[in-house]
């Protein structure tokens, strides 16, 4: 949801900054890797209950995924490797979130509610392999209600108050299984046209086409 216009509005602020980081140093992979850390601290945060410490460390990992995209256009190192890796953290950071998610609820409340995070993290992982999916066929496959950016947002409006952190995280299930069954829907009619969107141009450009896609570290599924 926050692809197009507005991530090219975004990126007039954080280029400038991105470069400034190159100068004093810092790379692309530096900041994902950084970022996965804060991760780690924020899921230990969320297990403990110190929900307030959780928020600002989260909002901290923010601008490490906010800026490694421009350090990797701006240091002129963006490559397949990158945003493979880049890719690979996120998904590993989503596990470690919820995973923290499902240790609080263990402690601190009775019955099957530990599966709640459990369904959250699936459908998550659905939304991102439909999209990886959909991309290798050369369809069109962004966009969508509750992207990545917006299950973070969303989370971290959970941990302000402990009282709405459950139903946040209901109404965190509930939008994302309507964007991954949102995307379902969509790839599939565009797979079943005569002429799908980007098919003919996946079939004669599609080892481009992938490439594009991994020199771009800043869209996210």
């Not at 989260?58 to 490559?79: E, M, N, Q, W, Y």
């Not at 240790?103 to 939304?127: E, S």
């Amino acid at each position: 949801m926050l692809d197009g216009n507005f991530r090219k509005s975004v990126e007039t602020v954080t280029l400038p900054t991105g470069r400034w980081l190159v100068r004093i140093g810092f790379s692309a992979d530096v900041l994902t890797f950084s970022g996965l850390v804060f991760y780690i601290a924020t899921a230990f945060m969320i297990a403990v209950g110190h929900f307030w410490i959780a928020a600002v460390l989260l909002t901290l990992t923010g601008f490490h995924d906010l800026f490694d995209g421009p350090v990797a256009k701006a240091s002129k190192r963006a490559s397949q490797r990158g945003a493979f890796f880049d890719s690979v953290i996120d998904r590993i950071t989503d596990a470690l979130l919820l995973g923290g998610v499902a240790y609080y609820l263990t402690a601190h409340h009775h019955g099957q509610l530990v599966l709640l995070p459990f369904a959250i993290v699936t459908t998550t992982f659905m939304i991102s392999y439909q999209r990886s999916k959909a991309e290798s066929l050369g369809l069109a496959a962004k966009g969508g209600l509750m992207e990545r950016a917006e299950r973070m947002i969303l989370l971290g409006i959970g941990m302000l108050a402990k009282p709405i952190f459950i139903p946040v995280l209901w109404l965190l299930l509930v939008l994302t299984f309507m964007t991954a069954a949102g995307r379902f829907w969509r790839i599939w009619k565009i797979a079943a046209s005569p002429d799908p969107p980007m098919m003919q141009a996946g079939r004669i450009h599609h080892h481009s086409t992938r490439l594009r896609r991994g020199l771009s570290r800043t869209s996210r599924p």
